[in-house]
């Protein structure tokens, strides 16, 4: 059974940083591209970035608002997906879920909160 | 970027009746290798998304028949043939086709 399980959220001041993880199970994670989506409070769902497989290169993708300052990447030795992030802002205040290629399946999501 | 644009963005329904969300692309989903990229989301209260469809019509593993996904170029629909009460949630399409890639802004089911 595929699982996700993302950790690492939590409360940090604007212009601080945070790593998120996300611990893979169930599927050869070697093989996938793996990406990051978030959500806002009350809001829709937004995609962060991926992280293509190593055979496919293994490189990275970020929209726009993220660009420079999260970073993610991945230790296939341990089925392990990161995100680092930056300069965090408080509108980058989400849960962040970890997902499977297209979002084929979803993590339980960790939440960051950015205070002022 | 390629916007998703979803209708209605509530939708009131009875139980035991049919529901139909709407999904426009602002470019065509077809990609260079022939397949067309567009996903559908359910997402209950409280908990994370959920694939239901996957490349405009394919069911996820576990997903009742009753759920079923059209559409072809720019124009995709949703359709819930008989609406039950765990049907309640947010459900959102996903274009994968281009990066980045985009979701709907959702729509909300809710039982009458």
């Known amino acids: 059974e595929v699982q996700l399980v993302e950790s690492g959220g939590g409360l940090v001041k604007s212009g601080g940083s945070l790593r998120l993880s996300c611990a893979a199970s169930?599927?050869?994670?070697?093989?996938?591209?793996m990406s990051w989506v978030r959500q806002a409070p009350g809001k829709g769902l937004e995609w962060v970035g991926r992280?293509?497989?190593?055979?496919?290169?293994?490189?990275?993708d970020y929209v726009a608002p993220v660009k420079g300052r999260f970073t993610i990447s991945r230790d296939d030795s341990k089925n392990m997906l990161y995100l680092q992030m930056n300069s965090l802002k408080t509108e980058d205040t989400a849960v962040y879920y970890c997902?499977?290629?297209?979002?084929?399946?979803w993590g339980q999501g960790t939440l960051v909160t950015v205070s002022s | 970027d390629v916007v998703m644009t979803q209708s209605p963005l509530s939708l009131p329904v009875t139980l035991g009746q049919p529901a139909s969300i709407s999904c426009g692309s602002s470019?065509?989903?077809?990609?260079?290798?022939?397949?067309?990229?567009l996903n559908w989301f359910q997402q209950r209260p409280g908990q994370s998304p959920r694939r239901l469809i996957y490349?405009?019509?394919n069911r996820d593993s576990g997903v009742p028949d009753r759920f079923s996904g059209s559409g072809s170029g720019t124009d995709f629909t949703l359709k819930i043939s008989r609406v039950e009460a765990e049907d309640v949630g947010v459900y959102y399409c996903?274009?994968?086709?281009?990066?980045?890639?985009?979701f709907g802004q959702g729509t909300r089911l809710e039982i009458k």
């Open positions: 997902t499977t290629g297209l979002a084929g399946r």
């Open positions: 169930g599927f050869t994670f070697s093989n996938a591209w």
């Open positions: 992280i293509k497989s190593k055979t496919d290169g293994g490189t990275t």
């Open positions: 470019q065509s989903l077809v990609y260079s290798d022939g397949n067309t990229y």
């Open positions: 490349q405009v019509s």
């Open positions: 996903m274009q994968g086709t281009h990066w980045p890639i985009t």
